[in-house]
């Protein structure tokens, strides 16, 4: 009877853990420029203030085990492709990263967000513990990465997600700060550029060169 008490408990943290999760993601779409407070999560999540405070110390934590719960889906995803039987392509990876990173509104001005908060307001332990974990996901796709193509050396896969991972919020950043200083008569900005088109020519040029044409092995 306890641990099956201890088991609901248990299960119930997770799924207040989530609803928690899921307020917070609802807030930042509606407004992605700002970042809520706990007060506004909570009221989001229909629950007290000081029960948000139970799982997360502040917002910076709070937005971090969002975005980190994002990040996890992307990886997930690959790493159960890359674990299969069934051949990978570029193709596939780049589906998965328009799919998990760049359609769903809040996932890069999070990921910038989230940048700037480990370099200033997260507690260092928390931003080592995050890096961890993110180290782990990236050295598992890596790997995966470099038993489906074999012109990747060892080591490869995992660099050669960085760089996209570096492409994708760099070229994110860019149309941003483009749109936001338009020129001024209407003439077009010669840095004026279409994000997803732009971002999907160069991560399958990255991706093609390194290795190779995107044949699996």
Request: proline share 6%; aromatic share 6%; charged share 20%.
């Given at each position: 009877?306890?641990?099956?008490?201890?088991?609901?408990?248990?299960?119930?943290?997770?799924?207040?853990?989530?609803?928690?999760?899921?307020?917070?993601?609802?807030?930042?779409?509606?407004?992605?420029?700002?970042?809520?407070?706990?007060?506004?999560?909570?009221?989001?999540?229909?629950?007290?203030?000081?029960?948000?405070?139970?799982?997360?110390p502040?917002?910076?934590?709070?937005?971090?085990?969002?975005?980190?719960?994002?990040?996890?889906?992307?990886?997930r995803?690959?790493?159960?492709?890359?674990?299969g039987?069934?051949?990978?392509?570029?193709?596939h990876?780049?589906?998965?990263t328009?799919?998990?990173?760049?359609?769903?509104?809040?996932?890069?001005?999070?990921?910038?967000?989230?940048?700037?908060?480990?370099?200033?307001?997260?507690?260092?332990?928390?931003?080592?513990e995050?890096?961890?974990?993110?180290?782990?996901?990236?050295?598992?796709?890596?790997?995966?990465?470099?038993?489906?193509?074999?012109?990747?050396?060892?080591?490869?896969?995992?660099?050669?997600?960085?760089?996209?991972?570096?492409?994708?919020?760099?070229?994110?950043?860019?149309?941003?700060?483009?749109?936001?200083?338009?020129?001024?008569?209407?003439?077009?900005?010669?840095?004026?550029?279409?994000?997803?088109?732009?971002?999907?020519r160069?991560?399958?040029?990255?991706?093609?060169?390194?290795?190779?044409?995107?044949r699996?092995?």
């Open positions: 009877m306890v641990i099956r008490q201890r088991a609901i408990q248990a299960e119930d943290k997770q799924v207040r853990h989530g609803a928690i999760l899921d307020a917070a993601e609802r807030l930042l779409a509606r407004s992605p420029e700002r970042v809520a407070s706990v007060s506004e999560v909570a009221d989001e999540a229909g629950l007290a203030k000081g029960t948000v405070y139970l799982y997360f502040g917002k910076e934590e709070l937005l971090l085990a969002l975005h980190e719960r994002n990040v996890d889906g992307f990886f995803e690959l790493i159960a492709r890359l674990d039987a069934a051949p990978v392509t570029v193709e990876v780049l589906e998965l328009h799919a998990h990173m760049v359609a769903p509104p809040t996932f890069l001005p999070l990921a910038a967000r989230c940048f700037g908060m480990m370099a200033q307001s997260l507690p260092s332990e928390i931003a080592l995050f890096k961890q974990r993110m180290a782990e996901r990236l050295q598992r796709a890596g790997a995966g990465l470099e038993r489906h193509f074999p012109a990747l050396a060892p080591g490869e896969g995992l660099r050669l997600l960085r760089h996209s991972y570096a492409l994708i919020l760099g070229l994110w950043q860019m149309s941003g700060a483009t749109a936001a200083c338009p020129i001024a008569g209407g003439v077009a900005a010669p840095l004026a550029f279409s994000y997803p088109e732009d971002l999907d160069a991560l399958l040029a990255l991706w093609r060169g390194v290795v190779g044409a995107g699996p092995a």
